[in-house]
């Protein structure tokens, strides 16, 4: 009996030896399997980013008072979680510094607790083989390595290094278009010829990585660069055309499925030196992408929700650039469009270069120290602001300056902190009218209006020229002279000001004083077509008494006749003002035509200090010889005349 129960014993710990063999040998297979399989996912760009999100999150949320630090190892925690915090906030509103604080984090989570290494992080991007690579990825590529050489001007020097920005066939279109093609990235990667160490690739792993995070997807680096701006989403199908399209065309359908027709979310463009240039090889990849950005890219300074009943927004971002974002139902699809303003390079000498451009860059001078009201007008993209920016430069710096605009755009106090400049912008509660109210009353001596493009805004600036500064300077999009006049006059009898339309217009004519109209020809050449001057038509009494001298009743009521037919020209037909080019773009050169009148140049020296009138007087009598000076300028005790005067300008009496 007992020999039975020791051998069952025997039996059944064998048995169950065998068993848990079995069953750890069965595991550590199982175990084997996972890792080997686990290897093979782990380092793709969506399980790392999936990764950092998780990480950054929890030490973002982490309690540090239940994890038992000293006080001063919980002090320096709080620090970084706070830094951290602000960085993730501060990166999505265009920080480039809070941009690069996450990056370094990502990219030491990565090497540190990640295990990222050469052996696997090709598995994120095939670095090693070519052939793989799609065009964004060669684009990363490039961007990081002209870069790492030219800071941000890497894009610029790429699209100049192999003539991008030129007009161009693409296959299926019957018209040149200024595009960039996969083709070319492709030839362009090839060429270059590149060798990436292993901080480069995993630099370029995790900007990818960051701007699926909280970056601005596939535009995030060229939103960084010197560019003009870049938009997206105003190109391609929208989603919401699919189903339209099913119903009629089931080939064309198929097609947009497999991408052969662009979609709206593969919509990237950028505006290079007044070009406006498809990035064919960039995509967002989903609509849903695309509306990422747009609802991340207005938000610096909390501007308020982007809803359904108010389809649009604009406002700035943190590095100056100005947003407009616009979504259904108010557009056919989500958009934006991002417009930079490089401030280092407003000066008039790099902005008008072509042949001439030291006769048009001296009168731009002289007619803001002569404190003339000018309007820069032209289309979008033309250059105006960037104009009236360079041209703010040689404002005398005893004259405060006060700025009304929509969004900010000008930053002067950037270029002059040293100035007394304030700037206004509307708001959803402050209208640009009662910000130009407000103007009246903080001692500005020039007004500056960044667009006329209200009827408000211009009303109150015909006002405001008249009698609450010393002059203005404003831009607006008037195609002509006297489309420019009949736009302000429009607007001031629209607002109420006037209600008849011949003193509307006179009111506009004895305000304005010289337009400079800005072009942007084919070729995204921005040039000054011309610079016109507005001369008032003084009325006069033409009328004629000749009725006295006739003797009879027929010869008196023919001369009634002439004089009422005269009468009733000027009233229907006055001739308000004129206006003549001083200077014009002709054949590829600024020429000098017709001279400024005499009254201009006579209320121009007497706002510009002795200096300035020297050379000014130097200009006038090269371009137009000898001129009737007949001013009013106090010189030391004395008028220009020779009279001798006060101090305060009064005339001594005769000895």
């Not at 998780?54 to 190892?73: A, P, Q, V």
């Not at 990502?106 to 793989?132: M, R």
């Not at 002289?366 to 404002?395: C, D, H, P, W, Y």
Request: charged share 30%; with cysteine.
């Amino acid at each position: 009996m007992n020999i039975t129960n020791v051998i069952l014993m025997i039996i059944v710990l064998v048995v169950a030896a065998a068993l848990v063999v079995y069953f750890l040998n069965k595991k550590k297979n199982d175990v084997v399997e996972d890792t080997s399989e686990k290897d093979e996912k782990t380092f793709t760009l969506e399980k790392m980013t999936e990764y950092v999100k998780r990480r950054l999150d929890e030490i973002t949320k982490i309690n540090l008072y239940d994890i038992g630090l000293s006080e001063e190892e919980l002090k320096r925690r709080k620090n970084k979680k706070y830094e951290l915090k602000k960085a993730l906030k501060g990166c999505t509103y265009g920080d480039v510094n809070d941009k690069k604080y996450v990056k370094d984090l990502i990219y030491d989570l990565l090497v540190k607790e990640y295990g990222v290494e050469e052996t696997n992080i090709s598995s994120a991007i095939p670095f090693d083989i070519p052939s793989l690579l799609t065009p964004q990825d060669k684009f990363d590529i490039l961007i990081y390595m002209f870069k790492k050489e030219f800071g941000y001007e890497a894009l610029t020097e790429l699209i100049k290094k192999y003539n991008l920005a030129v007009l161009k066939y693409v296959a299926g279109e019957t018209k040149p278009s200024y595009v960039i093609t996969s083709a070319e990235i492709d030839e362009i990667y090839e060429a270059e010829n590149l060798y990436l160490s292993f901080e480069d690739k995993l630099s370029i792993v995790v900007q990818r990585i960051y701007q699926h995070y909280k970056g601005y997807s596939s535009i995030d680096e060229v939103r960084d660069m010197n560019i003009d701006g870049v938009s997206g989403g105003v190109s391609g199908l929208p989603e919401s055309f699919l189903s339209q399209v099913a119903q009629t065309d089931g080939d064309y359908l198929g097609q947009v499925m497999e991408h052969k027709v662009p979609r709206a979310c593969d919509s990237i463009w950028i505006f290079f030196q007044g070009k406006s240039i498809r990035l064919e090889f960039l995509s967002f990849g989903t609509e849903s992408e695309l509306k990422r950005v747009c609802q991340n890219i207005y938000k610096y300074n909390n501007p308020g929700q982007l809803s359904d009943t108010n389809g649009y927004k604009i406002n700035e971002m943190k590095d100056g650039s100005r947003v407009v974002v616009v979504r259904p139902s108010m557009a056919e699809t989500w958009a934006f469009f991002v417009r930079k303003f490089d401030v280092k390079r407003a000066t008039l000498e790099q902005l008008v270069t072509l042949p001439g451009s030291d006769k048009a860059i001296s009168l731009l001078k002289f007619l803001v120290k002569g404190a003339r009201i000018v309007a820069v007008t032209g289309e979008q993209g033309s250059g105006k602001t960037t104009l009236l920016m360079a041209m703010i430069e040689n404002i005398y710096e005893t004259m405060n300056i006060r700025v009304q605009e929509t969004a900010f755009e000008l930053h002067l106090r950037k270029i002059y902190p040293t100035r007394n400049i304030l700037t206004f912008r509307e708001t959803e509660t402050i209208s640009g009218q009662e910000g130009l109210d407000v103007q009246k009353k903080t001692d500005g001596s020039v007004n500056i209006i960044g667009e006329v493009a209200t009827d408000p805004v211009a009303s109150w600036m015909i006002q405001a020229a008249q009698v609450a500064s010393k002059f203005t300077l404003f831009t607006h999009h008037a195609k002509t002279f006297p489309n420019l006049v009949t736009a302000l006059r429009n607007s001031m009898l629209r607002t109420g000001v006037f209600t008849n339309e011949k003193t509307a217009e006179e009111q506009v004519v004895q305000v304005l004083n010289f337009n400079v109209h800005m072009v942007k020809d084919f070729r995204g050449r921005r040039y000054i077509e011309r610079i016109t001057e507005c001369i008032p038509v003084e009325s006069k009494n033409e009328y004629t008494f000749d009725h006295r001298k006739e003797k009879t009743l027929e010869g008196k009521i023919e001369k009634f006749m002439d004089n009422a037919t005269h009468y009733f020209t000027k009233i229907t037909d006055a001739e308000l003002y004129k206006y003549r080019n001083i200077m014009e773009f002709i054949d590829g050169e600024y020429v000098i035509t017709n001279k400024i009148t005499d009254f201009n140049i006579n209320e121009m020296r007497n706002n510009m200090d002795d200096s300035d009138v020297e050379e000014f007087d130097r200009f006038v009598e090269e371009n137009w010889g000898k001129v009737n000076i007949k001013s009013n300028r106090i010189v030391e005790g004395k008028t220009e005349n020779n009279v001798t005067t006060s101090k305060r300008g009064r005339k001594p009496k005769q000895a």
